[in-house]
Every structure is written in structure tokens, then in C-alpha cells.
């Protein structure tokens, strides 16, 4: 039957495919262009009985150098060994006696990157001298008189070459194959016991992945480094390390600081949600307000002002509405700054008719002179919902009373 593969090429082929299982993850975390195709043309050098058998092939007959053309499929398993799959086409043609052998040849290769394991890719990086050896199948068929004969069997293969980088996707290559096969390949026995076939080509490689990616045949050698150089790194890595620890301890105190901030926001929650409380109240009655000034029976007149702290120390006689109340002067400023700001289109020099007075321990907001006790009342009655301690105070005040105002001037003691 034409073109059978016998067994023991079915074995060598699988029995070489194992390393691509075994060694294909080596150099997986690396961006390497691993798949190529090549495809390459030259002759197959002639056996002219010169003698001349390490560089011509060998035959039983005298042969004529003849063309060699073929592609092959490569993958690098690693920078310094690649695995082929080709196909080859020559014709074995006779000198002396007219016969052709047509003969087509599938090879599988291994391929050993010489730069890598002579390191000449310190010297450059362009240049990769190669070895390659392997088996392979032929098939070839020649014709004797009336009948055309095909024939097959397995082969061997040892060679040389020389590859240069054109660029990252693109090297050039020639190579000489050195290929061992059947001895009825010449339609003679004669001969050592097997023709051989020996053939100088020169291709193209193209090899696949992304752009900055090389093959890894072109993996630059690491370089050695200086005892300076490796002791100015050991000098860095403890820099680093000592930055590192200084950073942790900066983190920490960081940590620390946030947990007294937090604690020191809680804390204070209480008496700040209180303010804001306070303060959209105050809003809230701000339009009540100005409504209540529009609508004044009688007047209000000013009150001599501290403008710096908003403090009166003068209280004339009339009317007033205390609105606001605290331990501290600072919430006190707040909310009579608020309320001027509000009320400042509907009264009138609002800064000396809204003032603090300070009674015992306590800051007081208050609005006034009110000449009307009914305004001073009804305004009063609508700070309420803001402040249920609001009310109105007149003078002159009782006897009885005074001593509460103590510190505070009061005009007209009738």
C-alpha cells in the first residue's frame, strides 16, 4: 500500500512529542514568541564518486545536485531547544544513467540554540549558530520501464546552521541537513546500506506572539554582577528595609491618632448634635420671626454692643426675649451670628438689637429693647419650640431679683 507509515516511525514520532508535554510550561511566565513557520529552498548536493561524502550525498549511482525546497512548523520549549515538524521535496537525479527519484520527506527535529549554551549572545545578540537532529519518514517513488514503483520507510537526520535576527518577528537561516535514508532510494542496493541525501538551504522564520515579544532563542543572558554593584544592592534592600519598618511605626502612631480623634468626636457628639439640633430649630423659626417683627404693636431699639464679642453690659429699661442659653460664650457667638444673619433683612441693625448678656453661669442670647410687652411675648411664645427655657424679662427688675443681673448696668431704677 503507497505511503504507509510503518511502526517504528509512529513510535520514534510520539516517543520525541513527549517533551513538548513535559517541558512546555518551563518559560510560561515569560513573553517569548514560542510558535513559528519557516519555509526555506536550496539544492541537494549530487554524489559524483569524489569521495567528497561529508558535504555531498551518497549514493549507489553518480547523481546531479538538484533543488530542495520545504517549510516546517516550530515550537520553543526553551532559549536554548526547540522542536520542528517539516516537510521537504527533492528529486535524486542520475549523472551517468537517466532515472529520477521524486522524494518527499516529514521530519521531526530537535533543534539546539548554540548561543545560548556558548553564551555568545553575550557577545550579540543577532547571531545563533544551531545543531538539529532527529528522525523522519520518506516517501518517494521512482519508475522502472513500464511500471512506476512508491516505496517508504524511515530516515535519520543530523545537521548544522546559522541564524540571524532580523527583527523581533523575522530571522534569516541556512542550514545544512545531513539525512540518512532508505538505500533503495537510487533504485540500487548497492552501497553501506543506506543513501543518504544531504542537502544546503537557506529560509525564513516567522515567529508568532506579541509585538515587544522575542523568540526565546534571543533571550538576552543575564548579566553578572559587580561586587560594588551587589554591594550597593544589599545596601538598598536594607535602606528599603529600614524605610518599611519607619512606615509601619508611622502607620501605627497614624492608627493611634485617629482612635483619640474618633474618642475625642465621640465625646463631644453629644454636646455638637445638641448645637445642630438647636440650630435647625432656630431655622425653623427664623420665618415666624420676621413675620412676628413686621407686625410690632411698638419698637425696638438698640442696645449699646460689644462688636467684638457681642457682649452688652448696659440693659436699658423694656423689654426682652431671652432665645438661646449656654455654659460657654463660643455656641452663645454662633447662634447670635446665625440669628443676625437670618433676621438681618427684617431688622435693622440687627447687631445691636441681638446681643449676650452674661448671667451667673449662663450666656444668654437676647433680643431687644422691645417697647411692647405684647411683641416681647409673642415673640416668646414662637422661640419656644426652639428653646423651651425662653422667655421675657423687663426692667427695671424686683429687689428681690437683682442679684441674678449682678455685673449687668441698669438704666432708670424707678
Known sequence: MAYLIN????????????????YSQSYSDYEFRKFSIAVNGGASLGDTNRNEYFLSSNFSLNTKDSYSFGGSLQYALTP???????????????????????????????????NQLLMINLITERINPFLTAGVGYDMYNYRLATEKIYNHNSSYN????????????????????????SNEMDNDTEGW????????????????????????????????????????????VDRINTLNTQLEELEKRSDQNDQKHDSTIQDNRAAIDSLNV???????????????????????????????????????AGHYVQIFASYALLPAQRVRKYAMDQLNDSLQNAEEKIFIIKRKR?????????TEFEDASNIQQIMTNFHEDAYVISFPRPVNLMTDFEGLKKVDEN
Open 278 to 316: 438647636r440650630m435647625d430649630r432656630l431655622e425653623q423659626r427664623m420665618d415666624d420671626l420676621e413675620q412676628a417683627f413686621a407686625n410690632l404693636k411698638g419698637s425696638i431699639n438698640p442696645v449699646a454692643v460689644n462688636q467684638e464679642t457681642g457682649k452688652a453690659e448696659l440693659l436699658p
Open 158 to 181: 543530523l545537521g548544522a546552521g546559522i541564524a540571524y535576527k532580523l527583527t523581533n518577528t523575522v530571522d534569516l537561516f541556512t542550514h545544512y541537513d545531513f539525512h540518512i535514508g
Open 193 to 236: 546500506g543506506a543513501d543518504m541525501i544531504n542537502a544546503l538551504t537557506a529560509g525564513v522564520r516567522i515567529n508568532f506572539g506579541k509585538t515587544n515579544a522575542i523568540h526565546p532563542s534571543w533571550k538576552p543572558f543575564p548579566a553578572d554582577l559587580s561586587q560594588s554593584d551587589y554591594e550597593l544592592f544589599v545596601a538598598q
Open 7 to 22: 511502526k517504528r516511525f509512529l513510535l520514534l514520532f510520539i516517543i520525541g512529542f513527549i517533551p513538548i508535554l513535559v
Open 362 to 370: 449662663y450666656y444668654e442670647v437676647l433680643i431687644g429693647v422691645l
Open 80 to 114: 536554548a531547544w526547540s522542536l520542528e515538524l517539516g516537510y521537504q521535496r527533492t528529486d535524486i537525479k542520475g549523472l551517468d544513467s537517466p532515472f529520477e527519484t521524486k522524494v518527499n520527506m516529514i521530519a521531526f527535529r530537535n533543534i539546539i540554540n548554540l
